[in-house]
């Protein structure tokens, strides 16, 4: 409460996205919601980023694809999703009976087959599309469309294009300058951003002497990555002007505060998940609480003020 008695508002606004506060959930780590709602009122968050989806179903990459590290985990899943007909058939209803915003995040293995899912996507019950360009290529190479500014630029023109719902961009911390993509997609028309996705890594089982996943390399994520996500939000924040969702590592509301001081606009919680269900919740409580401690009256005023 302020000195009215006001309690502060948590609203933001990404891209057009409204949302009644700034937590919601990362990618990958929230099934489709239906998953997580024995456990917590999914309709107190601000919105819900459900799993990656591709206009085929795919199984994944082979086992083992999930490694804990010292401090988060390596994960391979490889997009395993039953693909965008089977989404609008058996989530998207599901979607439409929540109260919160829920945003579908997108991958492809070509330009033309983002298109075609953020087409098909473009209904009610969708409130929003988060391009998720870590993707490999397939046409170049298997070169991840997030690593070159033009081709993460060209997917999000095609993404734009196609779709009628707000269109969130999601960077890749694997490259030299995340600037310089972030640039390059608000130019291709990009609503809003969100970063980081993982962090290319590997772990070697020394008794067996091989690499442990499956795959070979995963992503990480956990509270490993954090100084690295919240470095690449106040770089970006500084480099365009269009609203972030920062993630990467986020556990409690004291590392969420710290992406929104950053820079970002909206947070999201992704491997904390595992942890504690129940996380998403007690960070818009912290949130809340630390206005109210803090006198201060929106949290709009909070957004980027480390910069200050
Ligand atoms: C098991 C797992 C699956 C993921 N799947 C996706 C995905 O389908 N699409 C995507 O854009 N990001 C995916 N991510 C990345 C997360 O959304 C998030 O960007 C990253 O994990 C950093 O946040 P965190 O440290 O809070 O987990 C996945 C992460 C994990 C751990």
Known sequence: MNN????????????????????TTASGTFGFGQEYS????INRLGAIVVKGTTLRPRQGNVTPRIVE??????NSIGLQNPGVDYVLEHYVPYFKSLQ?????????????DYGKVAEKLSVAGVAGLEVNISCPNVKKGGMAFGSDPTMAAEVTAVVKA?????????????VTDI?????????????????????????????TRRPVLGNIMGGLSGPAVKPVAVRAVWQVYNAVKLPIIGMGGISNADDALEFILAGASAVAVGTANFVNPRATLEIIDGIERYLVENGIDDISDLVGAAHK
């Open 100 to 112: 919160v915003p829920v945003i579908v995040n997108i991958s492809g293995d070509t330009v033309e």
């Open 4 to 23: 009215l008695g006001n309690k502060p508002s948590l609203a933001v606004n990404i891209g057009g996205i409204g949302m009644q506060n700034p937590v």
């Open 38 to 41: 024995p456990y917590i009122d």
């Open 69 to 74: 590290t010292p401090a988060g985990i390596l």
């Open 162 to 174: 196609a779709a009628n719902v707000p269109v969130i961009v999601k960077l890749s911390p694997n």
């Open 179 to 207: 600037t310089k993509v972030a640039e390059a997609v608000a130019v291709a028309g990009a609503d809003a951003l969100s970063l980081i996705n993982t962090l290319l890594g590997m772990s070697i089982d020394i008794k």
